[in-house]
């Protein structure tokens, strides 16, 4: 039913955007000849690690998930409904990315337009992730669609505002934020470069819809403690600033993103002049996203599909640049060939592993897990620390797993979701990082040998979690400080099962030090944490065996695991 409507929004605002479709016949057989790669590309090559997560998602449809909105979990359950495999994952990108060209194209005005159409697939399928991410199913994906189709229905928004056009543009402003939350900045960026819209009443008219289109994944937001924007702002864990990791790499993205064209990219870019509202609007979108993340790039690494949402306006940019300059016509055609010609050997790289230049993530997964189904048949396999082999593992064998989440970890949508329960009080299998004397499970993608064990009567309880009042303690070893506990389980769970530990952490929030920690049982009689109640200790700090560290989390480890991640980081003094 939500693959049905999804198909139903985006052919709508599509037929709203595009018709009367004036596509000449080269382009309509340029398109299908990237939708037949990209098909066959699909249905060649293994899931990355990241698909098999949002496959994961798909599993159980919600509002929202743990690391991004659920636009891509959506994607891949309308897959489902054609194929099954990878294709069953991916079909749906495939659509978007040939809608997001023929958006591209309907959103160019130039009367020689039609005389340079391998010019202009040459140019976009030249982008390397604009490529690749034709048939990847990754939450960039929608994001790239989406902001394609707001930049067009905006355009005919600024000629002639309607009420129509204001529900096609709150539509599509919905879409760009259930796909990723990164799209608050194409929406940001194209406001700033027409202040006057806050005077019209359609604009208005166009949020307004916008944001009650979005309110599902608001509500979501809020009955999960809005644990995705906790993470992404709070909880992620940094590094010490690196010149040549976080800046010099940020530079080195932006010639990634282009590859041999870079060059003339940015020079059409920068001779581009503002001349109208949409041009303006395609420039403040392209340098706004370029200066926000160079800024990040003094804080935390910048990757580089964080700024790929460029490709979209500079396609359009670029192109009209290319059709009045016959030399940045000259080079984008012969370099962009270079360009896809490298891009085509390494998307055959992706299905043949020999012929790639490394051992890639989309290599290997169907023999590792059929080595490791082979050893533990359909027993449920529990993974510690890696929500990446847990529903690769699931996806390639359709057996029960977990993803077990400890201390040293991240949160992630195995956190939050009911995974855990489908594994309690059964027969699994472990695998951890920390097994080295066990038997060996199997090796993965990347050489390394992974052990596991069998647990009898697999008990956990990584939902517990633990408040403290405080955003700041002062780390003192005499004063006594409270924290409690929240049993969301439905039945009590006895204490002699559980011990406090805490996890002390350096100022970017990484844990260096994890010590036992003494806490004060609660005075109830029958020392059980009850269920759906909330139980009070307290507890002095442990001394901890680093120097100054800057922030501490509690965990509790249940049945002798490793301690997980039921406590938020709290800053020391």
Not at 42 to 56: G, N, P, Q, R
Not at 429 to 449: C, D, H, I, M, Q
Not at 495 to 515: H, S
Not at 536 to 559: A, D, H, L
């Amino acid at each position: 039913m939500l693959g049905e409507w999804l198909e139903f929004v985006i052919l709508s605002l599509i037929q709203l955007v595009a018709m009367p479709p004036k596509f000449p016949p080269l382009f309509i057989y340029l398109l299908g000849i990237i939708f037949s790669i990209n098909i066959a590309q699909s249905f060649f090559t293994e899931l990355i690690f990241d698909e098999a997560y949002y496959w994961h998602y798909a599993q159980k449809m919600a509002f929202g998930y743990f690391d991004h909105p659920p636009m891509v979990a959506w994607m891949i359950k309308a897959s489902s409904f054609f194929f099954n495999g990878e294709l069953g994952v991916r079909f749906v990108s495939c659509i978007l990315s040939v809608a997001t060209l023929g958006i591209l194209w309907s959103t160019i005005d130039n009367s020689k337009k039609n005389d340079f159409v391998p010019h202009f697939f040459i140019l976009a399928f030249s982008m390397t992730l604009l490529n690749a991410y034709g048939f990847f199913t990754l939450p960039d994906t929608p994001l790239l669609f989406f902001t394609a189709l707001f930049l067009s229905v905006y355009k005919k928004f600024i000629e002639k505002p309607s009420a129509l056009l204001a529900l096609a543009l709150g539509l599509v402003m919905a879409g760009l934020m259930y796909s990723k939350y990164h799209a608050v900045l194409v929406i940001v960026f194209v406001l700033l470069s027409n202040i006057r819209l806050l005077t019209n009443k359609y604009a208005w008219l166009a949020v307004g819809i916008s944001l009650l289109a979005y309110t599902p994944h608001f509500l979501w937001l809020v009955e999960n403690d809005f644990v995705s924007i906790q993470y992404h702002l709070f909880e992620r864990p940094n590094a010490a600033y690196s010149f040549e990791k976080y800046t010099l790499g940020f530079l080195v993205n932006l010639v990634a993103l282009f590859g041999l064209t870079f060059p003339w990219i940015y020079r059409a870019l920068f001779k581009t002049k503002s001349t109208d509202l949409f041009t303006k609007a395609l420039l403040f979108l392209t340098y706004g996203v370029l200066f926000f993340f160079f800024i990040s790039s003094f804080n935390r690494r910048v990757q580089t599909q964080w700024i790929i949402v460029v490709s979209i306006p500079l396609v359009i940019l670029v192109f009209k640049q290319l059709l009045q300059d016959p030399v940045t016509r000259k080079w984008i055609y012969r370099l962009g060939i270079a360009n896809i010609a490298v891009l085509l050997y390494l998307r055959i790289g992706l299905a043949v592993p020999v012929l790639f230049p490394v051992h890639y993530e989309s290599h290997g997964n169907k023999k590792w897990t059929s080595e490791l189904e082979s050893i533990v048949g359909d027993t449920p396999v529990v993974f510690e620390n890696t929500y990446r082999l847990a529903p690769m593992y699931a996806f390639y064998t359709d057996n029960t797993t977990f993803s077990l989440n400890n201390i040293n970890y991240r949160q992630n949508q195995y956190s939050i979701d009911q995974s855990e329960s489908k594994v309690q009080e059964k027969r699994v299998y472990y695998v951890s990082p920390y097994l080295t004397k066990e038997e060996v499970a199997f090796t993965s993608v990347k050489g390394r040998v992974y052990y596991g064990k069998y647990i009898e009567n697999f008990e956990s309880f990584r939902k517990l979690k633990v408040y403290l009042e405080e955003e700041t303690l002062p780390i003192s070893y005499d004063q006594t400080h409270e924290f409690k506990v929240y049993n969301p389980y439905k039945m009590d769970i006895d204490m002699k099962k559980l011990k406090f530990k805490i996890g002390y952490m350096n100022d970017y929030k990484r844990v260096k030090d994890v010590r036992p920690l003494s806490v004060q049982f609660p005075t109830n009689k029958n020392l059980v944490l009850p269920s759906n109640d909330t139980t009070f200790f307290t507890f002095r700090f442990p001394k901890p065996k680093i120097e100054n560290p800057g922030y501490f989390r509690i965990g509790i480890s249940e049945n002798n695991l490793q301690p997980g991640l039921n406590g938020n980081s709290v800053k020391l003094d």
